[in-house]
């Protein structure tokens, strides 16, 4: 069974018998038409139900929620019952089947296939140290941890941007972060900080967004490929400092395409 | 390079003059940029291993979608503001979907992804699954009109049965392609 179809079937018939209840003149829902209705979608309701309560995509709680409004509304429609009453559990069904149902089943169902959309973008990749966090993070993405999944991948690509950078040299590196200071371009001008390098390793005490924008000095990347790296280090900031933000499976997808394409898969960065 | 394109050139012109006076610039442009894209010595590719899924180079628009590009007057300049990359591993860039109302951002929604979808595979078609995804992420998902919605502009896909793929008919296509252009005019 297509649960989100079928949910999707449901509402429809939801929110078709709300419109006709709220035409009614009438106080009390009598009809027996009407009320057959709401038994049949019910019906369509159940076998859903079901699969939801199985499966560990929704929460429990407003699971219950919907399912005793349903067990209400179809008591209501054994008689004629106040339209009132039927016009609150409605509401209570519609709303809560849509928002904490079906939108979470959806973005759910898209964490139980990210894995295997995650793992064909980075298929070609056959180093085993870049391996190692990626196939972390997609763990992370598999087990609904979307936010440290990024973080983790990013680690990948830290770890790309470092051994490329190293492999100049300190002496080279430490000459172009101060052209790349004295720079007065639209890109490098608000550059303005003093990296000395004596070992491979000081490298890490440098910001990502200062070694990524070397790499663009570097013209390892071409400004839009920058522009793009940069918003994914402005995600992986996002999600690995305290805030609000929830990136979705969507988010996520995306990230990782950009982050292999601009780097990890990068013939310039190998 | 440039004797060939200085013997060609005359045939190119001959074919732009073929185009109605407001789309010849187009045309030559078009024209110009295949002529460059079949005769540049192909650069040397990375060792890296390409499996079927591995994104592709920036800019490696697959044959079977050029027909596409160049029946909607889409320069690879234009696709580029709409997708990123503009072949295998292609994502929308958009942050908000074109339209005016859920339903018509759904439409919207489900043209562009089986664009996207032909970037990745050379087929224009879309499953519903991954259109409900891109609904929620874009905020465009009304699910209570989402079939009904779909039927509603069922001449934008071959006939399908319920639940099934959706795939771009003639009317899509062309549709695709002005929402790509708006998108990648800012509208």
């Not at chain 1, 491979?200 to 522009?227: N, S, V, W």
């Not at chain 2, 295949?34 to 890296?48: C, E, H, I, R």
């Not at chain 2, 990359?85 to 005016?100: M, R």
Request: aromatic share 6%; with cysteine; charged share 25%.
């Amino acid at each position: 069974m297509d649960v989100a179809q079928t949910l999707e079937d449901v509402l429809e018939e939801l929110v078709s018998i709300q419109k006709d209840v709220n035409k009614l003149k009438t106080a009390s829902v009598s009809g027996q038409a009407l009320r057959k209705r709401v038994k049949d979608a019910n019906k369509k309701w159940l076998p859903v139900a079901g699969l939801l309560e199985a499966g560990n995509i929704v929460d429990t709680a407003p699971l219950q929620e919907v399912s005793d409004a349903w067990t209400a509304m179809v008591k209501l429609a054994n008689g004629a019952s106040p339209k009132k009453q039927y016009k609150a559990l409605l509401k209570i069904i519609v709303t809560k089947t849509e928002s904490e149902l079906l939108h979470k089943f959806i973005k759910g169902s898209a964490i139980q296939t990210i894995g295997d959309t995650l793992r064909k973008l980075v298929q070609p990749i056959a180093d085993p140290e870049l391996l190692k966090y990626l196939d972390e993070s997609i763990r992370c993405a598999e087990t609904k941890c979307v936010r440290a999944s990024v973080v983790l991948a990013w680690c990948a690509v830290a770890h790309m941007v470092h051994k490329k950078l190293t492999s100049l040299g300190i002496a080279t590196l430490n000459a172009e972060f101060s052209k790349m200071k004295a720079d007065k371009g639209l890109m490098f001008r608000t550059f303005a900080k003093d990296y000395v390098f004596s070992t491979g390793p000081d490298m890490q005490e440098a910001a990502d967004a200062h070694l990524i924008l070397l790499c663009r000095f570097l013209t390892y990347l071409d400004d839009t490929q920058y522009k793009h790296l940069k918003g994914a280090l402005d995600l992986r900031n996002g999600c690995g400092h305290p805030t609000g933000y929830q990136p979705d499976p969507v988010k996520l997808q995306a990230y990782y395409a950009d982050i292999t394409q601009l780097v990890l898969l990068n013939p310039k960065f190998a | 390079m440039l004797d060939k394109l200085k013997a060609d050139f005359d045939r190119i012109i001959e074919l732009v003059n073929k185009a109605p006076a407001p789309l010849q610039e187009t045309a030559f442009k078009m024209i110009l940029e295949q002529w460059f894209n079949a005769n540049t010595a192909p650069k040397p590719v990375p060792p890296p291993p390409g499996g079927p899924g591995a994104p592709a180079a920036p800019g490696g628009v697959p044959d079977a979608v050029k027909p596409f590009l160049t029946a909607n007057a889409i320069t690879t300049e234009i696709l580029e503001k709409a997708f990123h990359p503009t072949g295998p591993g292609a994502q929308l860039l958009a942050s908000s979907i074109p339209g005016n109302s859920m339903a018509n951002k759904l439409v919207n929604l489900s043209l562009l992804l089986c664009v996207k979808q032909a970037l990745e595979s050379a087929s224009f078609t879309c499953t519903l699954k991954a259109l409900r995804e891109l609904a929620v992420h874009y905020d465009c998902y009304d699910s209570p009109n989402f079939s009904a919605t779909l039927k509603a502009n069922k001449n934008y896909y071959k006939p399908r049965e319920k639940g099934a793929d959706l795939e771009l008919s003639g009317p899509g296509l062309k549709k695709a392609g002005e929402i790509i252009k708006s998108i990648a005019a800012g509208e």
